[in-house]
């Protein structure tokens, strides 16, 4: 009686998740779908599993229209994000670091600090800081889609709870040898914190990724355009491209998933040694 209870659990477990699985992935098969499809094939009230005529060309035609430099701007997302994660794993572990390990008697202020700029909502600091890189002469270039966007409190938040436990006779042994804090950061931290950085710097990047009202904004000119901002352009007041938004949709999502796919267990050991939530 138990053994049959056990295998009708597994069996249930195993149907919900095909089910699961499937509703996953009716998005990506609607966008391969209608990418494919011609736009009588998208907007047709008599619907397909499979269009009629499987248009590969589409793709062609996504990257050969002269009104959305697509492959520009996939360029400019990807120089944007990289940069940004490095930046971002630089500049808030270090600071995480500092906070956690190096003493210094207004280190919770300065914390606290970091913390209370998390209640402050973006759209207040919105207006100053386009101001400020506008001054700057950093309209519709990559530094101004950057460099505002480096410093993040929440990672800071992360890596310097992630730092408090870390093991503290590697350090101690660290300085036996000599090493000072920069070094001990960077020859023993670093290489023993990968997970964490794995984890900090996929959010990061998916963050960056896909930013829209920034880049929309500072991205005036369309050799600055993003992945993001060349997406809203296939749909306008005057013209809807059903079958490029698609395709195109269906394009920016593939270097998230290359992303995901390679850090997916160093994400997984990331989010459980640092407490994310």
């Known amino acids: 009686m138990d053994d049959a209870l056990v295998r009708v659990g597994r069996a249930l477990r195993a149907v919900v998740l095909v089910v699961l699985a499937v509703l996953f992935l009716i998005p990506f098969y609607l966008l391969l779908r209608n990418g494919l499809s011609s736009e009588r094939d998208i907007t047709s009230p008599e619907w397909t599993f499979v269009p009629a005529e499987l248009r590969w060309g589409n793709v062609r035609e996504l990257f050969d229209d002269p009104s959305v430099p697509f492959a520009r ?70 530094r101004g889609l950057i460099v505002p966007t480096l410093f993040s409190a929440f990672a800071c938040f992360v890596f310097r709870q992630y730092f408090l436990g870390f093991p503290r006779e590697l350090e101690d042994a660290a300085q036996v040898d000599g090493l000072g804090y920069w070094r001990t950061y960077w020859l023993v931290v670093v290489p023993n914190a990968r997970p964490v950085f794995a984890a900090v710097g996929t959010i990061v990047f998916l963050g960056a990724w896909n930013s829209f009202l920034w880049p929309l904004v500072i991205g005036q000119d369309q050799s600055a355009w993003t992945v993001q901002v060349a ?4 749909t306008t007041a005057q013209v809807v491209r059903l079958h490029e938004l698609f395709i195109a949709a269906g394009a920016s999502i593939l270097p998230l998933l290359v992303v995901f796919l390679c850090f997916q267990r160093w994400i997984v050991a990331g989010v459980e040694r640092s407490g994310i939530d």
């Open 73 to 142: 701007s996939l360029l400019n997302s990807a120089l944007i994000a990289v940069a940004t994660t490095l930046g971002t794993l630089l500049l808030a572990s270090l600071a995480g670091y500092g906070l956690a390990r190096i003493p210094y008697r207004h280190a919770n202020k300065v914390f606290y600090g970091i913390l209370g700029t998390l209640l402050v909502p973006a759209a207040v600091t919105f207006v100053p800081t386009f101001v400020l890189v506008s001054s700057l002469g950093w309209v519709s270039t990559l």
């Open 231 to 234: 997406l809203s352009s296939f």
